[in-house]
């Protein structure tokens, strides 16, 4: 017979720095898993703070205004799902020139994007490439303008605007816009971190500096060219006190003055139609920031770190 072969030890004891070690990566797993967890708990707390008075409004603005009322006074959950749908309330805002306003307010937003990056890239470019007296200050100037409340410059801007007699014209709602001082910053930092070389080149080919501008500079900025033009048209989308203030007439309202008039009769408030014009009115920004958002975040990180 074959002599038995001794069994070997299966249980390790491992040596007490070793499981020192062990016991440790174990903790920090621990807290990492721990801390990952309200994390998201927090996140996901802070989204249903933000996402459920925006789908009580949507739903709401599908529904009678005597449906809104009941599920408020006393609140019910219903509020979040009606039994009811119906599009009354969007029928009778754009009866009472709820589109007209979705169009000025667009056609505005537009025209101040472009002409703001025109100009605003302009001014970027210089900062960034030339050398002139008094650049420095001008500069700081800029940036100065960042810290300033529009509120402390309605007076004035509404003095200028009332002497050369825009009130109640387009001019009104756009010229006061075009200089904005965000942009300049984001363009001034993105052209500050293009090579010199690529400029020495296309001036020793014989490029002046328009063609340089148009055909190097603004296809190299297109990031920053959204990112603006998503800050400019928000801007002008949102903006209430001067348009309201400037131009009062129906024809050239905006939509956030539509959304605050369009509700509101001697009776009773009409939340239904407050609702509907209050979903449109976030609806628009929101499916523009959402494709553009990457151009968004990039250009932002890459004028903070320059």
């Known amino acids: 017979m074959n002599p038995s072969l001794p069994k070997r030890r299966t249980n390790l004891v491992l040596p007490p720095v070793a499981s020192?070690?062990?016991?440790?990566?174990?903790?920090?797993?621990?807290?990492?898993?721990?801390?990952?967890?309200?994390?998201?708990?927090?996140?996901?707390?802070?989204?249903?703070?933000?996402?459920?008075?925006?789908?009580?409004?949507?739903?709401?603005?599908?529904?009678?205004?005597?449906?809104?009322?009941?599920?408020?006074?006393p609140f019910s959950f219903r509020a979040f799902l009606p039994e009811e749908f119906t599009l009354a309330a969007y029928q009778e805002i754009f009866s009472r020139g709820f589109g007209r306003a979705i169009a000025n307010t667009l056609f505005v937003g537009a025209v101040t994007v472009v002409l703001t990056i025109l100009i605003c890239a302009m001014a970027g470019f210089a900062f960034a490439r030339f050398q002139f007296r008094g650049k420095n200050a001008l500069w700081v100037l800029v940036l100065l303008t960042l810290m300033v409340p529009s509120e402390l410059t309605v007076i004035p801007s509404y003095t200028l605007v009332s002497t050369f007699g825009w009130v109640n014209s387009w001019a009104a709602l756009v010229v006061p816009?075009?200089?904005?001082?965000?942009?300049?910053?984001?363009?001034?930092?993105?052209?500050?971190?293009?090579?010199?070389?690529?400029?020495?080149?296309?001036?020793?080919?014989?490029?002046?500096?328009?063609?340089?501008?148009?055909n190097i500079v603004l296809p190299l900025s297109r990031p920053v060219m959204v990112t603006s033009g998503i800050l400019i048209f928000l801007g002008q989308w949102n903006s209430f006190f001067w348009p309201m203030l400037v131009a009062p007439d129906a024809a050239y309202r905006q939509i956030q003055v539509a959304v605050a008039m369009i509700g509101v009769d001697q009776e009773l408030t009409s939340w239904d139609l407050i609702f509907a014009s209050s979903t449109i009115a976030a609806l628009v920004p929101l499916l523009l920031v959402l494709p553009m958002q990457r151009f968004y975040v990039s250009s932002i990180m890459g004028s903070g770190i320059k």
């Open 20 to 73: 020192q070690v062990t016991a440790g990566i174990r903790y920090r797993r621990a807290v990492s898993a721990a801390s990952s967890v309200l994390s998201y708990a927090g996140l996901i707390l802070l989204a249903l703070l933000v996402l459920v008075p925006l789908w009580w409004v949507m739903v709401s603005s599908f529904t009678t205004r005597e449906t809104v009322w009941a599920n408020v006074l």
């Open 177 to 214: 816009a075009v200089g904005n001082a965000t942009a300049i910053f984001l363009f001034r930092q993105f052209f500050a971190g293009i090579p010199q070389d690529l400029f020495d080149a296309a001036r020793v080919d014989g490029a002046p500096w328009g063609r340089v501008f148009l």
